[in-house]
Each structure stands twice: as C-alpha cells, then as structure tokens.
C-alpha cells in the first residue's frame, strides 16, 4: 500500500485548469473560506478530544479538517465546482486527485493527436524528449494504483506507525526538494549563450511550421527578435514557483486523504462486527500518531490561507 501511494505522487502535477467564470468566482471563494474555517475548528476539536482520549471521535473530527482541506484546495485550483463536491468527490478526497489524472490523460491524448498531425514538431530539438505514449502509460498505471487504494482502503484502519513516519518522511523530502528547486528557479537568468542557443532552435522549429501558418509564424519569429523577449522568457520561467506552491501542498493534502480515507463513518458507526470504540484505542498507530499528523495539517491549513488569498487578489483584478 505504501508503495502504491508513492507512486501516485509522482503523477501529482499541473494541477490549476482553466479558472471558472467571474460570477462563480465569488461564491467559490465564500464557499473555500467557509470549508478553511471549519477544517481549522475541526482540527481543534481533534486535539482537544485526542487529550482527553475520546480517540473514535478526535480521528473523525481529524479525517473531517483533512476532507474540508482538501476540497477548499480543491476549489482553489479549479479541480470541482462547488455543486461536484458532494457527488462527485464525497468523504473520499481521494477522488478529487484521480480527476485531476484523469483531466491530464486526455490533455496528453489530445498533445498525441496534434504531434501526429504536425510531424515537424516530434523532430524539433524541444520536442525531442517528449513521449506521450509514455506518458499515457504512466498515468494508466498510477491511475490504477489510486483504484487499488480506493478497493483495498480497509488496511488503511491499521497502517503501521512504520508506515506513517515514512508517508512524514516523504512529505519532509519532498517539501526539500521543491524548496531547492523554487530556489533554482528564483535565481535563474538566462546567459547570453544559452538564450542564443534557444533562439537557433525556436527559430528553426519556427521555420519548420511556416506551412501551416505563414503569417503567424512570421509574427512569432519578429517577436522573437525582440529584446524584450528575452525579459520575458526569462520572467515566465519563474513564474514556475506558483505552480510548484501548489504541487508542494497536494503532496501533504494527498497523503492525509490516503491517511484518514477509511474512517470517516468507522469512527461513528458499528460496521461488520467492528466497533469505533473498539479499534480506535491507544495501541491503533494512526492514534499513536495524530499528534505529528496534527502539526502536519496545521502547516496545509495555513498554506491554504495564502493560496486562497492570492485567489483572492486575483479575482479583484479580474
């Protein structure tokens, strides 16, 4: 199972779709800031339940802040609409990253079907590492490891503590590595060399396409040539970082859905000769550790704050 969740993460990308129209906009954001509110008194009422050892109920209250998080993210990054998130994504958040998978699928299907039709462009040296069939391939598989998650979410009751470090482990390494890279990505400007390097290829690329649309591409080549252009490349690959933002925060939502995915009517009801008083006990690991569980969504909540107030800002603009 371990193993299964893994690999899902390495398939959590490109998550922000085509924004929803301004006059959903605003009730979007009342309907994220209430989910945020609520997923925060939720995770109070964890902790103080947890101290007092009413464990049934402060896992549940802990599954609940995670849910709420996780469709207040979902809603920032254009996943669903409000009126989706009962049908369509429910208690098992899950749901909501094996749509996103989804959605990339067909935007790959849809970049294969334009290569093919534009031979030039498989040959062109910006292409040449891209592979959608590969790619195609590889969402089938995680997009069935989320399948085998979802069937098999009942020995998710009895994770290992083992288990659970290494999940915190892996969000710690992760969250490094983005960190290194959003500073990589800060600090870049593009070399002379480099930037007249990648004009050779774009203009031949260019070049190469002037069939299809010569007076477009003609366009294209003379804002190549200009100076600010190279400003601009420059400005949009560091526009990078928000985007990684958003990968670095899914990777801690994502892992806390896969967590808390069984036990939100467990903790409440009686099921199959299983009772939440009897499971949920001190010796259960995810008991043991909701406390380091607890830091962990504090830290997403309060990185769902900033993204949901520079969605905010960004609907002010608009």
């Given at each position: 199972m371990?193993?299964?969740?893994?690999k899902?993460?390495?398939?959590?990308?490109?998550?922000?779709?085509d924004?929803?129209?301004?006059?959903?906009?605003?009730?979007?954001?009342?309907?994220?800031?209430?989910l945020?509110?609520?997923?925060?008194?939720?995770?109070?009422?964890?902790?103080?339940?947890?101290?007092?050892?009413?464990?049934?109920q402060?896992?549940?209250y802990?599954?609940?802040?995670?849910?709420?998080?996780n469709?207040?993210?979902?809603?920032?990054?254009?996943?669903?609409?409000?009126?989706?998130?009962?049908?369509?994504?429910?208690?098992?958040?899950?749901?909501?990253?094996?749509?996103?998978?989804?959605h990339?699928?067909?935007?790959?299907?849809?970049?294969?079907?334009?290569?093919?039709?534009?031979p030039?462009?498989?040959?062109?040296?910006?292409?040449k590492?891209?592979?959608?069939?590969?790619?195609?391939?590889?969402?089938?598989?995680?997009?069935s490891?989320?399948?085998?998650?979802?069937?098999?979410?009942?020995?998710?009751?009895?994770i290992?503590?083992?288990?659970?470090?290494?999940?915190?482990?892996?969000?710690?390494?992760?969250?490094?590595?983005?960190?290194?890279?959003?500073?990589?990505?800060?600090?870049?400007?593009?070399?002379?060399?480099?930037?007249?390097?990648?004009?050779?290829?774009?203009?031949?690329?260019?070049?190469s396409?002037?069939?299809?649309?010569?007076?477009?591409?003609?366009?294209?080549?003379?804002?190549?040539?200009?100076?600010?252009?190279?400003?601009?490349?420059?400005?949009?690959?560091?526009?990078?970082?928000?985007?990684?933002?958003?990968?670095?925060?899914?990777?801690?939502?994502?892992?806390?859905?896969?967590?808390?995915?069984?036990?939100?009517?467990?903790?409440?009801?009686?099921?199959?000769?299983?009772?939440?008083?009897?499971?949920?006990?001190?010796?259960?690991?995810?008991?043991?550790?909701?406390?380091?569980?607890?830091?962990?969504?504090?830290?997403?909540?309060?990185?769902?704050?900033?993204?949901?107030?520079?969605?905010?800002?960004?609907?002010?603009?608009?």
């Open positions: 371990a193993d299964d969740i893994g899902v993460i390495g398939a959590i990308n490109g998550l922000m779709s924004p929803l129209s301004g006059s959903k906009n605003k009730k979007v954001m009342k309907m994220n800031m209430e945020l509110n609520i997923a925060e008194q939720d995770l109070k009422a964890a902790k103080v339940l947890h101290e007092n050892e009413l464990y049934p402060s896992i549940f802990f599954q609940q802040s995670v849910e709420k998080a469709k207040s993210f979902a809603l920032i990054t254009y996943q669903v609409e409000e009126k989706d998130l009962l049908k369509e994504v429910g208690h098992e958040t899950i749901n909501i990253y094996q749509k996103s998978l989804q990339q699928r067909k935007r790959y299907e849809q970049l294969k079907e334009k290569f093919n039709k534009i030039e462009l498989k040959k062109s040296k910006f292409f590492d891209f592979d959608a069939n590969r790619n195609l391939r590889q969402l089938d598989i995680i997009l490891e989320i399948y085998t998650i979802k069937k098999d979410k009942k020995e998710l009751i009895y290992s503590q083992w288990e659970i470090r290494r999940i915190l482990k892996e969000i710690e390494s992760a969250n490094k590595e983005l960190e290194k890279a959003k500073k990589k990505i800060s600090d870049f400007k593009i070399t002379d060399r480099v930037w007249n390097k990648m004009k050779t290829e774009m203009l031949e690329l260019y070049n396409l002037s069939k299809y649309n010569p007076l477009q591409i003609e366009e294209a080549k003379n804002n190549f040539h200009s100076n600010d252009m190279k400003l601009l490349v420059e400005r949009n690959i560091k526009s990078l970082i928000e985007p990684m933002n958003i990968i670095q925060l899914s990777i801690s939502l994502y892992y806390l859905a896969v967590i808390t995915l069984p036990h939100s009517s467990l903790t409440r009801y009686p099921q199959n000769n299983l009772t939440p008083v009897g499971i949920y006990t001190k010796k259960l690991p995810i008991v043991k550790m909701l406390p380091e569980l607890i830091d962990i969504q504090v830290i997403v909540l309060k990185e769902l704050k900033i993204q949901n107030n520079k969605f905010e800002e960004i609907n002010e603009i608009h």
